[in-house]
């Protein structure tokens, strides 16, 4: 039986992933600051703890793991990213569980280990078009990111080609781009673009308005959780070192996106555009290479995700109403 370790399994993705793995017939060790929101864990073996603490770090990895999925980090959408406020936890802490987990993974002598970057290593001057936003791989140097967030993953993102080239570790680094679907955040600060937006149309009575941060013309492409663990796996599975790109190129409006989402609900809803953050003015997965070395390519369009993805959020604000009626 394969042993596994994903870190961050208490998020979102990882969750997702521990659930295929276990599926698969893997054992899996999930690890994280705390248990998922929704719905529990199917880890075989789950612990709570502190990544940025070597120590617990080498007490996790307490024997050899197959492979090792590196998916922890201090992150969330636009209202944590890009407000100015929070770069310092963002690069100390994402920094510290990745310089840790390798270094414990070295000691053990685990080899595949699989790191999870972000779209947001691109830099700002390829992605001020909207309708022509550049993020083939290549394309991510010379570097200038648009956040402390971005820098810190392609920091990371050598750190890790380093211990590859240097150690032997068989490493494969991977930029997801807007990862959405059920059991996600959807309400806090850090919930991101899809999820927000399919709280506020659920919230919204028939007639009201929704606000948008922006003019709503910045564009976006977004993937579906399911195709995201079906990318993951085929590229740890594979010789390719990376990193790839692993998102949609079904790229949209962040209006287009509110459009949709208010015709999932079958809601007669306005939108209004306010100030507030929003990253770079236009971003789009860039799928050949992936698609060269993998024949990979997302299964799932847009508006079956997000209509999955609206049922789910609508469901969990009818909870959360409930629960606030009965205090």
């Known amino acids: 039986m394969k042993r596994v370790l994903v870190c961050g399994a208490g998020g979102f993705i990882g969750s997702h992933l ?46 050899r793991f197959d492979e090792v999925y590196q998916l922890a980090a201090d992150m ?25 987990m390798l270094e414990a993974c070295r000691k053990r002598n685990i080899k595949k280990v699989f790191y999870s970057s972000s779209a947001c290593v691109y830099p700002d001057y390829n992605q001020r078009d909207p309708l022509n936003p550049v993020t083939s791989e290549e394309s991510a140097y010379p570097a200038n990111p648009d956040s402390e967030y971005g820098w810190e993953k392609l920091f990371s993102e050598r750190l890790y080609r380093a211990y590859h080239r240097h150690y032997g570790m068989d490493v494969r680094v991977a930029r997801y ?110 799928n050949r290479l992936m698609e060269r070395e993998l024949g990979w390519h997302p299964s799932v369009s847009l508006y079956e995700g997000l209509s999955r993805t609206y049922a789910w959020i609508a469901d969990e604000v009818e909870k959360a109403k409930t629960l606030l009626a009965l205090r």
């Open 177 to 286: 781009h807007n990862i959405y679907g059920p059991k996600g955040t959807w309400v806090g600060g850090r919930e991101k673009a899809p999820a927000a937006l399919c709280r506020k149309v659920a919230s919204a009575a028939n007639g009201s308005v929704i606000e948008i941060w922006g003019d709503g013309e910045q564009t976006r492409s977004f993937l579906y959780v399911d195709d995201c663990i079906d990318a993951t796996l085929l590229l740890t599975a594979s010789n390719v070192t990376g990193p790839l790109n692993i998102g949609s190129e079904e790229m949209v409006t962040i209006n287009q996106l509110a459009s949709m989402i208010i015709e999932i609900s079958r809601k007669d809803l306005d939108i209004r555009h306010i100030p507030g953050p929003q990253g770079v003015r236009g971003r789009n997965s860039h």
């Open 18 to 63: 521990v659930d295929r793995l276990v599926n698969e017939g893997c054992w899996v060790r999930g690890v994280d600051l705390k248990f998922p929101e929704f719905g529990g864990t199917s880890a075989n073996d789950f612990v709570v703890g502190d990544l940025r603490d070597a120590t617990f770090c080498r007490e996790v990895i307490d024997q």
């Open 76 to 100: 969330g959408g636009a209202g944590f990213v890009f407000t100015g406020d929070n770069d310092a936890d963002i690069m100390h802490n994402s920094a510290t569980i990745n310089l840790n």
